[in-house]
């Protein structure tokens, strides 16, 4: 497999972990409660449409239920007979054409930000208590704008993550919805890969140094957000800087590659288009 990603991948994402147990998985011939099924897909953040069949979407018609992952070109539609799923097929959105048909199917949720119900709680505690500080030391400051926005957003975002566990600018508030230290690194699109996958950085002399001012330009950014708006310690919210992904990938295993005069075990070569594998420093 093959995944071609920008540097927007050393940002943060939801825990590899909960994203894998928290699936929907059927199976031909095993016995299923349909409304249990549609409720599990509500917690994932699927909504339902009897109309529009669209990404991230599914409806209902009589015994038949027909769901759009919301990573996928194309559908599933799952016949229930009773309790029991009688067939999975895979279909074209737009057609209705069988493309195929399963045994097994398994539906991610359609977003990656999904936090069980207890982390949810303990996280909003620990969001609740960072505000009344942060809210404190404006007021203390003579701050009361700042005291005030920051108390009214936070306060609409922490309703939206009780009524249905998810709000705008949700990846402000990833280090308390996982449970993770302060400055703790965030989980990235990297911590989705198999331990023995192999990174190649494509014109690295410009991505490299991108790597830093995302990272850094992030940063900023968060800083000025958490003094007008947000409850976000600075760092803890921010993508993964170079030493992060040095950490996540072994240096025998990353390559850099570029066009021109290129190092290669401590002599230069003039080939338009190589690979150098060495320390991404």
């Not at 909003?124 to 108390?151: C, H, M, P, S, Y």
Request: proline fraction near 5%.
């Amino acid at each position: 497999m093959v995944i071609v990603a920008s540097v927007s991948c050393i940002y943060g994402l939801g825990s590899p972990d909960e994203y894998q147990a928290i699936r929907v998985v059927l199976k031909r011939g095993e016995s299923r409660n349909r409304d249990r099924v549609l409720r599990q897909l509500i917690e994932n953040h699927y909504e339902r449409n009897d109309l529009d069949l669209g990404r991230g979407k599914f409806r209902v018609r009589g015994d038949t239920l027909e769901v759009a992952p919301a990573y996928g070109e194309t559908a599933y539609r799952v016949e229930f007979f009773g309790d029991e799923i009688d067939r999975i097929v895979e279909i074209d959105t737009t057609t209705g054409e069988v493309l195929a048909e399963h045994q097994t199917v398994e539906i991610y949720p359609a977003k990656h930000f999904i936090t069980p119900q207890d982390k949810l709680n303990a996280a909003i505690q620990d969001i609740e208590g960072e505000l009344d500080r942060q809210v404190a030391d404006f007021k203390a400051k003579d701050k009361l704008l700042e005291a005030q926005r920051i108390e009214q957003r936070t306060k609409y975002d922490l309703e939206m993550l009780r009524e249905v566990g998810y709000c705008s600018g949700i990846e402000n508030y990833s280090r308390p919805l996982a449970q993770r230290q302060p400055g703790s690194p965030p989980w990235t699109l990297l911590d989705y890969f198999p331990d023995d996958f192999v990174m190649f950085i494509d014109e690295s002399h410009m991505t490299v140094p991108q790597i830093h001012g995302m990272y850094n330009g992030d940063g900023h950014a968060k800083k000025r957000s958490w003094i007008l708006v947000f409850v976000c310690p600075v760092r803890s919210t921010t993508g993964l800087a170079l030493g992060g992904i040095r950490a996540k990938v072994a240096p025998s295993r990353i390559c850099q590659c570029h066009a021109g005069r290129i190092r290669t075990q401590g002599q230069f070569t003039n080939r338009r288009a190589d690979y150098s594998p060495h320390r991404l420093d």
